[in-house]
């Protein structure tokens, strides 16, 4: 079977901006202080939603790559912690790490040596194209709380 198209698709899902903003989009311009911000009682800051992407990102891409990679304790070790002080430099290293492991996610989505339907080895009975979607939906899901509070924040 030629999967070129569905590599293609994948990638342009994984990047976002068919149907809603990049992250990137979202990120320029970013004033640092409004990155910790929460609108509102019950609501995560930019900065919360950011670190969530990227830490449940990487456990995805690591489950899909390595059989040793234990994932973070459900649901704590997938938000940052209360204490985390938050830096343009926590920030920029946060942005940096996101798209650092979605290169990586992307690379394995070209790489034809990677079936992606087939199952993953050690992968409890799913596949390498699931767990890119998952990783898909919910940066776009995600995403869109950051869009959601940035606007709540006059933004």
């Known amino acids: 079977m030629d999967d070129k198209a569905l590599r293609k698709e994948l990638i342009e899902l994984l990047k976002g901006g068919q149907a809603h903003y990049t992250l990137e989009e979202v990120l320029k311009g970013l004033k640092p202080e409004l990155c910790n911000k929460r609108p509102q009682k019950g609501t995560r800051s930019v900065y919360e939603e950011l670190e ?9 891409l690591r489950y899909t790559l390595d059989p040793n990679w234990e994932s973070p304790e459900w649901p704590d070790g997938y938000w940052p912690s209360d204490t985390d002080e938050m830096t343009e430099e926590t920030l920029s290293s946060a942005v940096s790490r996101f798209f650092k492991d979605l290169d990586e996610l992307i690379a394995l989505v070209k790489n034809p040596k990677f079936d992606l339907t087939a199952l993953i080895p050690h992968g409890e009975g799913h596949t390498y194209l699931r767990e890119v979607l998952l990783a898909a939906d919910h940066n776009a899901y995600h995403l869109g709380k950051i869009v959601r509070t940035l606007k709540q924040l006059g933004a």
């Open 52 to 60: 969530h992407m990227r830490l449940a990102q990487e456990d995805i």
